[in-house]
């Protein structure tokens, strides 16, 4: 079992950037592909980036390619999310998964283990 902790988020204008961190427990945190999802007010929770276990793949949903990266310290069991050219739309409750078997994945039911959210809010 893993537990997940995410900081970082914040409010910020349009355009800037903010740095979110996933901080996990345990040992085995290497052997977990890893996922960012958000969610914002009345939707449903969405895919935003996944990076694989040796941090050798990464794969973005098309509304941040290009402006979001994902990366991850083994050696420091955390996973990042680097938010550039920030929207408005990008405000959501901001998630860390964990995926215990199989590659990497887009969809929140293949992840095992999840983080208690860390608010992003982005103004126009």
């Known amino acids: 079992q893993v537990q997940l902790v995410e900081s970082g988020g914040g409010l910020v204008q349009a355009g800037g950037s903010l740095s979110l961190s996933c901080a996990a427990s345990g040992r085995t945190f290497s052997s977990y592909v890893m996922g960012w999802f958000r969610q914002a007010p009345g939707k449903e929770r969405e895919f935003v980036a996944t990076?694989?276990?040796?941090?050798?793949?990464?794969y973005y949903a098309d509304s941040v390619k290009g402006r979001f990266t994902i990366s991850r310290d083994n050696a420091k069991n955390t996973v990042y999310l680097q938010m550039n050219s920030l929207k408005p739309e990008d405000t959501a409750v901001y998630y860390c998964?964990?995926?215990?078997?199989?590659?990497?994945?887009?969809?929140?039911?293949?992840?095992?283990?999840w983080g208690q959210g860390t608010q992003v809010t982005v103004s126009s």
């Open positions: 990076i694989g276990r040796s941090a050798g793949s990464t």
């Open positions: 998964a964990a995926r215990q078997l199989g590659p990497i994945a887009t969809t929140p039911k293949g992840y095992n283990y």
